[in-house]
């Protein structure tokens, strides 16, 4: 098992900003995939943002134009830049880090994101 480190929830006003961190300090393989995900109460897990070893990114249709996922191979991290957020928002974040082979597949224990005024 490898250990995801997340950090950064918290509470935040509805139009402000928070950024996620998750770093993986014993990685012995490639990442080829990092992602968020998040799971709201009576809620599946759905996707955020993702992103490939080659800077390809992708987003959930209800993030696009206010969530930035970036990543920083040197430290096995991954960001997720959350601007104008919105009630809707509230949700557990999971960061997912994957290999190339199926079982590399790891998830960060979340990390509680509250959008309230």
């Known amino acids: 098992q490898v250990p995801l480190v997340e950090s950064g929830g918290g509470l935040v006003q509805p139009g402000g900003s928070l950024r996620l961190s998750c770093a993986a300090s014993e990685i012995r393989f490639s990442i080829n995939y990092m992602g968020w995900y998040r799971q709201a109460p009576g809620k599946e897990r759905e996707m955020v943002a993702i992103?490939?070893?080659?800077?390809?990114?992708n987003y959930a249709d209800s993030v696009k134009g206010r969530f930035t996922i970036s990543r920083d191979n040197a430290k096995n991290t991954v960001y997720l830049q959350m601007n104008n957020v919105k009630p809707e928002d509230t949700a557990v974040y999971f960061c997912n880090f994957r290999g190339v082979f199926v079982h590399q597949n790891y998830w960060g224990q979340g990390t509680q994101v509250t959008v309230s005024s």
């Open positions: 992103v490939l070893s080659g800077g390809t990114t």
